[in-house]
Each structure stands twice: as structure tokens, then as C-alpha cells.
């Protein structure tokens, strides 16, 4: 027949996690050995510990809403083994054969590390042109000031648990086909850590850190690229028991530039230059992103495609000393509207010209008819 491990602990088929816990520890302080001598408290003990490691473990509880006993060992069939039921770690095992503490039985420290924690800032071209220090709002775990990250109301130190008396482990006895099995697992009453607070802090409920809301400067440095992250040491979240903080890692996005378009250090533009003055050749200027004026001369005969580079006017390298390099895209515009004095001239030149239309064969291997057959696959 199954038993009532919810009967056992003394609380609902609807309680919480966190209820089952808090029944548990209320009973364990009544029943263990230690506090309680006698058969029938260590009994009890025992039972109240099946019950709540049975009800603390989703895939037992499901058994036992549904009617069954997950510590009712069923028979060992030909190859089986019978007495582990679903959910036996290999830590149980290891203390069933060689009576030791499997993976995961050690104390650990009530003072732990922090996490490193992530935010994401948006930014212009032309501040990572310059490099620009911003503020930013920071939401993370903090040490409590109350406690100054102790975890005490009276800033005491933790005592020794009076449940696992500082070993941060408990063990329990489960039957199995081999007899009776000792197993281990972290203490429920100072979560494994061998130390409880005698008086938790009302402001930190003993954890050492409440969350809070702060703003930083973060020094963007000049060249820095899209998706880059800035590393800012001891500002991630503090850790359990007031330990020490990660590290907050700021990612900048660099918003879209309506003129520049960036390639690593190098900035590219497009520059349409007239049909006539192609031809003839031309100077015009543009304010790189500094506000700086720079002079693009298109030389006589420039073609369609064709690049104009100026050096050392890209973006900054970050870390290191120079800049990339512009590089204009030239595109040529053919007018469409023209008056007759216009055409008139244009007819002259046409005349004068010895060029003319005409179908020029190209080298498959490149230009046009590469990237052609490249697309198609061929």
C-alpha cells in the first residue's frame, strides 16, 4: 500500500517546494537523533526524510499523485536489477557498494561568487569614431548595507547547523534489494553549507545581497566595432553570502551610418559623379566623421565601378596607432532630360569620338561572366 508522504511532512497534495521544506526542517528539528535519542524519534526521523526526498523530487512526487510508491522496489527480472528505483543517482549507488560520498556529497562554502552579468548600449558611428564615455543603468545584486553582506540582523557569525552539525550533509537509510541503503545529500536546513544564521537580516532574508539600481560610466574606447564587449571588473552580480562580484560586460551596437558604410578599419561611400564629368575629370569634398573636410579628386576617364581610395581617412584601429582608409564607389549618372543646345554639343562630341557601340568579348574566368556562372553555380 503506498504510504502518505504527504500525511508524513504534515502538509498538502497542493503545497509548495518551498512549504514541503519548510515542513521538513520544522519536523527534522523535532525528530533527529541527536536532539531526540530515543528508537521511535530516529524512526520518525527517517521517515520524514523519505518523505520529503520523495515529495522535493518532481518525477517521485508525479508517482505519488498518481496513486503509486516510488520506494516500493519491485522484483529483479532476468538481466534487471531490482532494488534502485527510477531516480537512484550513481552517487547512491557508489554508497550502497562502497559505503563512500558519491559526486556532489561535499560541503560547500556559504560565501559564493558572483555571476557575471550582461547589458547592451547602442551607440553612433561617428562616437566610435571618437570613442565616447556613456552611462548606462546597471540592475544586479548588490551587498545588503543593512548587514554590510553578513546576513545577520546583529552582524553575528553563522553557526555550526544543529542538523548536520557542520558537515553540510545528512544521511538517510532507504530499503533496497541488497537491505538497507545509506545514502547522502546536502543538509535541507543550511542548504548544504554546514551554517545557518541565527537572526537573518529583514532587509536580505541572510542571503548578503538584495538587488538594486545603479548607474555607470562606461569608457567606449575610439575603433570599437559592432557586437564588441567592454569588460568592466567587479561590477556583475555579487555573490551568495555577500561573496564577491563578477564582472559586468557592457555589448555595443553600432547604429547604421546614413553616409559611411564600415569594412573592419576601412569606411566606404558612394560617390555619383555626372557622365561629363567622368569624362573629364573632377574635385569634390566630404566631412569625414570626425568633421574633418577631405578631398575626393575623380580623375579624367574614371569608369563605372571604378575606387578612389584615400589613406589613413577610415575608422581608427583600436589599440593601435593609424586609421583604415576611405574608399568611394563611384557610380555614373546619365542624364535624361536635355535641351536641345545640350544634345546639340553632345552630338558634336559623338561625332569627334572614334568610340562606338559595340559587343566586346570577355575572359570568362573573370569580371562579369565569373561572378555570373559563380551565381548560378556553374
Known amino acids: 500500500m503506498a504510504r502518505d508522504y504527504y500525511g508524513i511532512l504534515g502538509v498538502d497534495k497542493s503545497a509548495s517546494d518551498s512549504e514541503i521544506k519548510k515542513a521538513y526542517r520544522k519536523l527534522a528539528r523535532k525528530y533527529h537523533p541527536d536532539v531526540n535519542p530515543s528508537d521511535e524519534a530516529a524512526e520518525k526521523f527517517r521517515e520524514i526524510s523519505v518523505a520529503h526526498d520523495v515529495l ?18 519491485p522484483q529483479g527480472g532476468p538481466g ?21 560520498q558519491g559526486a556532489g556529497s561535499q560541503r560547500r562554502s556559504r560565501v559564493q561568487p558572483g555571476a557575471d552579468a550582461l547589458l547592451r548600449t547602442s551607440i553612433s558611428l561617428e562616437d566610435a569614431f571618437a570613442g565616447v564615455k556613456k552611462q548606462v543603468t546597471v540592475d544586479t545584486a548588490v551587498v545588503c548595507t543593512s548587514c554590510q553582506g ?46 545557518v544564521i541565527e537572526d537573518p537580516c529583514k532587509e536580505c532574508a541572510g542571503d548578503g545581497r538584495v538587488r538594486a539600481r545603479r548607474d555607470l560610466t562606461v569608457a567606449i574606447p575610439k575603433g570599437i566595432a559592432d557586437g564588441m564587449r567592454i569588460r568592466m571588473a ?12 563578477g564582472d559586468l560586460y557592457v555589448e555595443v551596437r553600432v547604429e547604421p551610418h546614413p553616409v559611411f558604410t564600415r569594412e573592419g578599419d576601412n569606411l566606404h561611400v558612394e560617390l555619383s559623379v555626372p557622365m561629363v564629368d567622368a569624362a573629364l575629370g573632377a574635385s569634390t569634398s566630404l ?8 578631398s575626393l579628386d575623380v580623375a579624367p576617364g574614371t569608369q563605372p565601378g571604378q575606387e578612389i581610395r584615400v589613406e589613413g581617412k577610415g575608422m581608427p584601429r583600436l589599440r593601435k596607432d593609424g586609421q583604415g582608409d576611405l574608399i568611394a564607389h563611384v557610380t555614373v549618372t546619365v542624364p535624361t532630360h536635355l535641351d536641345r543646345k545640350a544634345k546639340e554639343q553632345l552630338r558634336k562630341v559623338r561625332r569627334s569620338s572614334q568610340e562606338k557601340v559595340e559587343v566586346v568579348q570577355r575572359d570568362h574566368s573573370s569580371g562579369f561572366f565569373s561572378n555570373l556562372r559563380s551565381k548560378l553555380g556553374l
Open 150 to 195: 553578513s546576513g545577520s540582523e546583529s552582524g553575528a557569525k553563522p553557526v555550526t547547523c544543529p542538523v548536520c552539525h557542520g558537515q553540510g550533509m545528512v544521511q538517510e537509510v532507504q530499503r533496497s534489494f541488497l537491505g538497507d541503503v545509506m545514502t547522502t545529500r546536502p543538509c535541507a536546513e543550511c542548504d548544504g553549507t554546514g551554517e
Open 80 to 100: 534487471g536489477f531490482g532494488g534502485f528505483s527510477t531516480g537512484s543517482g550513481l552517487g547512491d549507488i557508489f554508497n550502497a557498494f562502497f559505503g563512500g
Open 56 to 73: 522535493s523530487d518532481p518525477e517521485k512526487r508525479r508517482i505519488v499523485d498518481m496513486g503509486g510508491d516510488p520506494m516500493e522496489q
Open 234 to 245: 567587479s561590477q556583475g552580480e555579487v555573490g551568495h553570502g555577500g561573496g564577491p562580484a
Open 287 to 294: 566631412e569625414d566623421l570626425g568633421g574633418e573636410e577631405i
